[in-house]
């Protein structure tokens, strides 16, 4: 990667450093996971990607670990380095859109939120997430799974530039074309390799309608209603992604329809044969509320703890031991497939792209007593149904280690990410994230 160019940045304004007992810096610490609780030595508010690299050659100097922020939503906080300092990308925010080249210009720090509400006016998106505040970035970088998977592929599928900071502060560009194995490394291989200030999109035209449908059933005696919602999923047109939820003895059915809601509606029919639920709603919603239906505004007061799982394939015992899920424990299944797995596997980091379905089990609650019984709850149930996985999508890891790292790339995908990780970032600067660690460890940072 020596032929990487760029410009040195050692500067940054003493106005963008937020240090603790100065206003907005408590605030800005604080992410979706209200289980982190850590105290940065610094927090750097960058503007632009020079203030990034000045961030980064601060943090250097200076000995002291790098956390990225954009929206916060890692569910152990990598974001906050306690006594570190935290690279606050979230005053760049803005997107650009040119409607007649369909492609959207993403700062770093921006949320999903802004890049819909960007593009929706032209009745274009791009796959994004199901929560409005995630930030692009981190969702993009692990892989980037929504509603428009199954038609246009993932975010990082749709990704036609970055422009990154390395850790020694050069300011590079990665596209097909140019530092192609780096573009090849950003597309899942997460924030091991510097950090990406900007993102150019490709967009499609999906109008700005959306249809929900959804069938409550008990849990107890749902599974006939699940094996026939599996098989239905696994012919439907890619306009709909089927998802499913086990939580406090239900078990809701359905699908979300990105287009023409009367087409989804024609599709809904398909669903009269799980059987009789105890209830059912059909809502037609824009494309702009589908996005941020998921929000809360409790979210970032909520403890957390999540374990996932990708399945091949959902068999009979898979969904017997989903339907005895712990009541406290919420169970979602969401459908992959279609533009998804059109991506040839060896085009990306990201891997796995014979998944039929991620499994997230999510347990959250307020009192901090609570965390331990929590925690182990929600390892059992995902525990039970690890057999029938064969990986892991790496946005949804939690505390698990090098362990977790290789359950989300194979063998293959890691061996190249490292040897990236060993050109791009040899000291491990980059290692509050799902970590890629360099070849000679030795180098690492304490």
Known sequence: MASMGGQRM????????????????DEARQVWNAMVDRRPAMIARCRESKDVAAAISLARREGLEI??????HSVVGHAVPEGGLMVDLRPMGGVRVDPERRRAWVQGGAPLAALDAATQPYGLATTAGNVSHTGVGGLTLGGGMGWLARQHGLSCDNVVSFELVTATGDVVRASAEENAELFWGLRGGGGNFGVVTEFEFRLHHTGTQALSVELDFPAAKAAPAVTRWRDLS???PRSATYASTVLDGVTTLGFVWVGDPADGR?????????GRPLDRRVVELSYLDLQRREDSIKGHALRRYWKGHYFPELPDAAIDALLMHDPSVGASLQAHGGAIADVPDEATAFGHRDTAFEYVGAARWTDPAEDEGRIATARECATRLERYSSGVYVNVLGDDGMAGVRRAYPAEKLARLTAL???????NIFHLNQNIPPTDTSRQPC
Request: hydrophobic content about 35%; aromatic content about 2%.
């Open 67 to 72: 956390g990225v922020r954009c929206g916060g």
């Open 266 to 274: 024609e599709h809904a029919r398909a669903l009269e044969s799980l």
């Open 421 to 427: 990780k060993d050109a791009l970032d040899p000291d």
């Open 10 to 25: 050692t500067t940054i304004a003493n106005t963008g450093i937020l240090r603790p007992g100065e206003v907005g810096y």
């Open 234 to 236: 696994a012919t439907a």
